[in-house]
């Protein structure tokens, strides 16, 4: 099974900051990755898949970024409502694997 | 609008059985891949299952093999998940998902004597 790991595990920040979220995989997988936003209480939510293509009505202020084995979602500018736990999710193999999560807090 | 709505969780001895379905709108559910994936209480999320547009092809997470089957009715836009010998480590919100693109609410599995 490909293992997706992700860094920080928690990160803290302020409104208006700019935060990096890496996710590394065990092996190549392309560009075949989601990132995936998950506030508390809600269901998941894909905000962009290959790496680095937004869904449909993501802000552009998400981006993404990487290929093969390591891999960035960058957010600018941070609003109340992105403060929420991230993950990464690989569907170059199966079984799918998600990373453990990025849990992004209010400073 | 697509929507994905799932039914069919609640509370279930451990042994036992219980029929997730997912009931789709809002986009040509024959034309895409289906997926399951879960979430247990405070964790992160594991996927599940999933099967393509006719249902020909099914891939499995290995810890439900043999218990677990997927399957869809695209006359009824509809994708299930028959689980059987349930265990307490199959407690989960679980979700449906297209292509892992746009996701379900979720239904709560709660496995437990």
């Known amino acids: 099974d490909i293992q997706l790991t992700q860094s920080p595990s928690s990160l803290s920040a302020s409104v208006g900051d700019r935060v990096t979220i890496t996710c590394r995989a065990s092996?190549?997988?392309?560009?075949?990755l989601h990132w995936i936003q998950q506030k508390p209480g809600k269901a998941p939510k894909s905000l962009m898949y290959?790496?680095?293509i937004l869904q449909s009505g993501v802000p552009s202020k998400f981006s993404g970024s990487g290929s093969g084995t390591d891999f960035t979602l960058t957010i600018s500018s941070l609003q109340p409502e992105d403060f929420a736990t991230y993950y990464c999710?690989?569907?170059?193999?199966?079984?799918?694997?998600f990373g453990q999560g990025t849990k992004l807090e209010i400073k | 609008e697509v929507q994905l709505v799932e039914s069919g969780g609640g509370l279930v001895q451990p042994g036992g059985s219980l029929r997730l379905s997912c009931e789709a709108s809002?986009?040509?559910?024959?034309?895409?891949?289906m997926d399951w994936v879960r979430q247990a209480p405070g964790k992160g999320l594991e996927w599940v299952a999933n099967?393509?547009?006719?249902?020909?092809?099914?891939y499995y997470v290995d810890s439900v093999k043999g218990r677990f089957t997927i399957s869809r009715d695209n006359g009824k836009n509809s994708l299930y998940l028959q689980m059987n010998s349930l265990t307490a480590e199959d407690s989960a919100v679980y979700y449906c998902?297209?292509?892992?693109?746009?996701w379900g609410q979720g239904t709560l599995v709660t496995v437990s004597s």
């Open positions: 998902t297209r292509q892992l693109d746009f």
């Open positions: 809002g986009f040509t559910f024959s034309s895409y891949w």
């Open positions: 099967i393509n547009q006719d249902g020909s092809e099914k």
């Open positions: 092996q190549g997988i392309s560009n075949s």
């Open positions: 290959g790496a680095s």
């Open positions: 999710l690989q569907y170059k193999s199966y079984p799918r694997t």
